[in-house]
């Protein structure tokens, strides 16, 4: 596969000439290469591997499934706002205290038993991840797809966690708030179709081919895959319906409602508001204050050539194995930091004109103390 980008252009005017000067530094070649990585990717989860589509049919086949693909895929592509998270493509983990961790645990446990058909399970709140029962690599790229394409094409008010039915032991039908996300739209419909998108994971060893389910209750989203030579029925959509949507709608509402609690304590302590990148290469984990969405597009809140000059760390700390620390002051008076160690990556940008090296170092700690502080290399 091969993308061709081109270099930003600076037009200027010498003795009533145009004098065209392309801007080669600021093209960073790894945040390309990882967009492009992700496009296989992307392809690979819903078609399975180039090679899986000759052996299907050959050339001709696997020139429909690439032109069937991209066309649509590379729509949603904005290039011009790709940056440092591309390259860690990385998956945003919501915190729980381990009473509520373990009831999702339990609850996912008794829905791979009730519903036999499930091979693995992933479960997200707010599109940030939870649990997931897949491989690393295959999680990464389906948890991309979920944020920022799936998810946004269904966004809705999102209900209050306190207006959630709260007693399950009440019998007959419940309400409660789920719904399909992939799948059937109205399940009164004796004709609703119930066909859910295949995907492919555990590529590199052999062919796993699922049905992707997502069932949505609140702000929970659970994502059960099963086998593709089974065919789902409406009767088994109604089954999972009834047996997940209570279960799930209460989760929800629990999550929340400590979601909530956690930020009123949090919120009266009054933390400096820092600007940084997070990533854990161990578990893909990754956190920034940087980017802000909108709709499905992510982007940097800071000006280009701050990203740029993070982007150039990271490109220092990919040519070492050793643990590093680069503090670098930009032309417009930021402060950047970035620190690498133990596979874990920080970059901090601050904005204190007349600060110096120690002060710098010293707002660093005190981030490193309010907001890693369970991680021991950052101290």
Known sequence: MVMVVQNPVIEKNKDGKK???YQEEELLDKVYTSVLQQCYNMYKLF???FRKAMEDGGV???KERLEKFFHRYLQTLYLQSCDLLDVF???SFFPLDKM???KIQSFINKMEESLSLVKYTAFLYNDQLIWSGLEQEDMRILYKYLTTSLFPRHMEPELAGRDSPMHTEISGNLQHYGRFLTGPLNLNDPEAKCRFPKIFVNTDDAYEELHLI?????SA???FMIDASVQPTLDFC??????VGPQLTVLASDICEQYNLKKRISGSEKDPQFKFIYFNHMNLAEKSTIHVRTSNISHASVHPDLMKILGDINNDFTRVDDDEEIIVKAMSDYWIVGKKSDQRELYVILSQKNANLIEVNEEVKKLCATQFNNIFFLD
Do not use: Q
């Open 19 to 21: 004098n065209v000067e």
């Open 47 to 49: 078609n399975g591997t």
């Open 60 to 62: 001709r086949v696997l």
């Open 89 to 91: 493509c990385g998956i």
């Open 100 to 102: 509520t961790y373990l």
């Open 214 to 218: 997502v069932y949505k209750a609140m």
């Open 221 to 223: 989203a659970v994502c």
């Open 238 to 243: 109604r089954r999972l319906d009834s047996l």
